[in-house]
């Protein structure tokens, strides 16, 4: 089983939905937890960061972490097209590197 | 504002050639890191540095090394490249190892072996 799963998509919306993004993961140590929005033929950047359980809100985005379930989520209301992007989990257990998701591809359609 | 940079954007190489992958930092982050990002793969830790001349194998180091001379700048070096090393490489930097600090990426290098 891998550390991290992601389902890659493509996932297709259109404009004004809310989109669900989902990561699972097998390691129970992991309490730090990240979204990266990559762009096309850009380096991903940071989106959200939660530490351990728990909702985290910024603006339209919210992320949520449900360690009981091993399983973390990251929503996106009123989907615009600017969002069209790849959308990365990552997660870590503290002083190691961050282990990524493979990536959800994501497309808003005006 | 943070700024990473790599070398190159796109470069193109024969199989066996030496290549040399530059990146640069300018914010006097300790940790470096080089990935690697292909299709259906997602991003794969190759190797990172927690300081200078300090390196550390991630999941996939085979075919690879890494020089950290500076605190700002890490390289990654293919000594014979292979067909099955093109990819996009990604470089990225972070103040402290621990999870709570994002990480930074450069713009990546789209290498192609021939």
């Known amino acids: 089983q891998k550390e991290v799963e992601q389902d890659p998509g493509p996932l297709s919306v259109p404009e004004g939905a809310i989109v669900s993004l989902n990561c699972t993961y097998s390691?129970?140590?992991?309490?730090?937890f990240m979204w990266y929005r990559q762009y096309s033929r850009k380096g991903p950047e940071l989106l959200m960061y939660?530490?351990?359980?728990g909702n985290k809100e910024d603006g339209r985005f919210t992320a949520q972490v449900d360690k009981s379930s091993k399983y973390i989520s990251l929503f996106i209301r009123d989907s615009q097209p600017s969002d069209s992007a790849t959308y990365l989990c990552?997660?870590?257990?503290?002083?190691?590197?961050?282990?990524f998701g493979k990536g959800t591809r994501l497309s808003v359609i005006a | 504002d943070v700024k990473v940079t790599q070398s190159s954007r796109y470069l193109v190489k024969r199989t066996g050639e030496k290549v040399f992958l530059e990146c640069v930092q300018d914010?006097?982050?300790?940790?470096m890191f080089w990935y690697r990002q292909d299709p259906g793969l997602g991003l794969r830790l190759i190797y990172f540095?927690?300081?200078?001349?300090?390196?550390e194998k991630g999941d996939i180091p085979e075919g690879y090394s890494v020089s950290r001379e500076k605190k700002e700048r890490f390289s990654l070096i293919l000594e014979s490249a292979s067909t099955n090393q093109t990819s996009m490489y990604l470089c990225?930097?972070?103040?402290?190892?621990?999870?709570?600090?994002?990480?930074?990426f450069g713009p990546g290098t789209r290498l192609t072996v021939l």
């Open positions: 990552a997660m870590s257990s503290g002083n190691t590197p961050l282990v």
């Open positions: 390691n129970s140590a992991f309490q730090y």
């Open positions: 939660t530490y351990s359980s």
């Open positions: 914010m006097d982050h300790e940790n």
């Open positions: 540095s927690y300081d200078v001349k300090m390196k």
């Open positions: 990225a930097s972070n103040q402290v190892l621990a999870g709570t600090d994002t990480q930074y």
